[in-house]
Nanobody, 114 residues
Framework: QVQLVESGGGLVQPGGSLRLSCAAS????????MSWYRQAPGKQRELVAA??????NYADSVKGRFIISRDNVKNTVSLQMNRLKPEDTAVYYC?????????WGQGTQVTVSS
């Protein structure tokens, strides 16, 4: 069975850091583009960062602050989030996508508040 399990969310102060992790199983991890999305209350779900075998992409709002990485041996993807802002508050979702199939994790809450 396919599983994407996020961890690492929590409450942090503005300017702080969090590292999110997503553990994947049940599919050929290396053949999928892995992404982090986020959704704040009342807002559209948006792409935060994506990593394929060759490229990384970041939303303009997080560029220079967040770093996405993957480990194709451990089948994990991570999102290092630095200099967090209140507007980063959202549920963060791990996504796996290829041409034929996409999968979603359950989400992990990130709250940035003083």
């Amino acid at each position: 069975q396919v599983q994407l399990v996020e961890s690492g969310g929590g409450l942090v102060q503005p300017g702080g850091s969090l590292r999110l992790s997503c553990a994947a199983s049940g599919f050929t991890f290396s053949r999928y583009t892995m992404s982090w999305y986020r959704q704040a209350p009342g807002k559209q779900r948006e792409l935060v960062a994506a990593i394929s075998s060759s490229t990384t992409n970041y939303a303009d709002s997080v560029k220079g602050r967040f770093i996405i990485s993957r480990d194709n041996v451990k089948n994990t993807v991570s999102l290092q989030m630095n200099r967090l802002k209140p507007e980063d508050t959202a549920v963060y979702y791990c996504n796996a996508q290829n041409v034929f199939q996409g999968y979603w994790g359950q989400g992990t809450q990130v709250t940035v508040s003083s």
